[in-house]
C-alpha cells in the first residue's frame, strides 16, 4: 500500500499543487467546451432572471 508519510513533505506538496493545477485547467477547458456546445443560458438561469429583473427596475426608475 502507498503511504503517504513515505514521501518528504516537499514532494507530497509538489504533488498536490501540480494535481490542482492540473484539475483547475480541466474544469475551464471542459466549462469552455460546454458552454461552446450548448450556448448562453436564454432562461431558467438566476443570472438570465437577474438581468431581466434590473431591466425592469431600471426602465421604472427611468422613463426615458
Do not use: R
Request: glycine share 4%.
Amino acid at each position: 500500500m502507498f503511504d503517504s508519510h513515505m514521501l518528504p513533505p516537499e514532494t507530497v506538496n509538489i504533488v498536490i499543487s501540480t494535481l490542482s493545477s492540473y484539475s483547475t485547467t480541466l474544469t475551464i477547458i471542459i466549462a469552455l467546451a460546454l458552454d461552446l456546445i450548448l450556448g448562453e443560458a436564454k432562461k431558467y438561469h438566476y443570472l438570465v432572471g437577474f438581468g431581466w429583473l434590473t431591466q425592469h427596475v431600471e426602465s421604472i426608475l427611468n422613463p426615458d
